[in-house]
């Protein structure tokens, strides 16, 4: 009896480590569609899946917006989508348990960037100053820039309360011609910058200091809500999908 038990205990045993090996072998089919905010499909969009720092599943979105993945049940994976027009778009994705195969229908809603969209704002300098804070800017948009080839972005600057106080108090002077000893060489007296000259010569050394393509940088003056005095908004981007 006791060696009869003992064979059916084996048995168990091993039927159960079977369906565990059997468990972990099984995987799901995700497919769905990249879209916008309009549920516009995005086509050519880089789709991948991450367990952890490991890319577990990729796929490429179709005309109509379609992929597929392969995945384990049971995990929350990190999704990221990539696209010329795309920047940092990550989502988490929880897989439901499962034995045995199973396909989920799955969709994924995106940003993506169009000329005149605000990329993001920033507050940049205490009032009145030209000298710029610890901020993310200076970082971002370099790494931006550098994954968006065709992205073109104004940079809008504002003076703040200091506008109206520099225009009232600090005029502008107009540059002054002074005769040199024997009267043929002049020089300038150039006027001293604005504040909003400052800021803007203190983002463009920053920026291109941090890496970014002057070529693909315009600057202007514009009004900002405070505490906000730096907006970044797409002056252009292309498509190469």
């Known amino acids: 009896?006791?060696?009869?038990?003992?064979?059916?205990?084996?048995?168990?045993a091993l039927f159960a480590v079977q369906s565990t090996v059997l468990a972990q072998g099984v995987t799901f089919l995700i497919k769905g569609k990249v879209v916008d905010s309009k549920r516009n499909v995005l086509q050519g969009v880089q789709v991948y899946a991450k367990d952890g720092d490991e890319?577990?599943?990729?796929?490429k979105t179709t005309a109509a917006g379609e992929f597929t993945l392969t995945l384990k049940p049971g995990k929350t994976y990190f999704m990221s989508f990539e696209r010329s027009d795309i920047f940092m778009s990550q989502q988490d994705f929880r897989v439901p348990d499962g034995k045995t195969y199973q396909e989920i229908n799955q969709d994924f809603q995106v940003k993506v960037l169009a000329k005149g969209d605000t990329i993001q704002q920033f507050p940049v300098f205490q009032a009145g100053q030209s000298n710029a804070g610890q901020t993310v800017l200076f970082s971002m948009l370099p790494e931006?820039?550098?994954k968006l080839l065709h992205l073109k972005v104004k940079i809008v600057v504002s003076a703040g309360i200091a506008t109206k106080e520099s225009a009232k108090g600090k005029k502008e002077k107009t540059p002054k011609k002074t005769k040199?000893?024997?009267?043929?060489?002049q020089s300038e007296t150039l006027a001293p910058l604005s504040l909003i000259e400052k800021r803007i010569q203190e983002i463009r050394s920053k920026l291109l200091a941090a890496g970014a393509p002057e070529s693909r940088l315009t600057f202007e003056e514009g009004k900002l809500k405070s505490p906000i005095d730096v907006a970044l908004i797409v002056s252009s981007i292309a498509n190469d999908f």
């Open 144 to 146: 931006m820039m550098r």
């Open 180 to 185: 040199g000893k024997k009267g043929s060489a």
């Open 55 to 59: 890319i577990v599943g990729k796929s």
């Open 1 to 12: 009896m006791l060696g009869r038990y003992s064979i059916m205990g084996v048995i168990c």
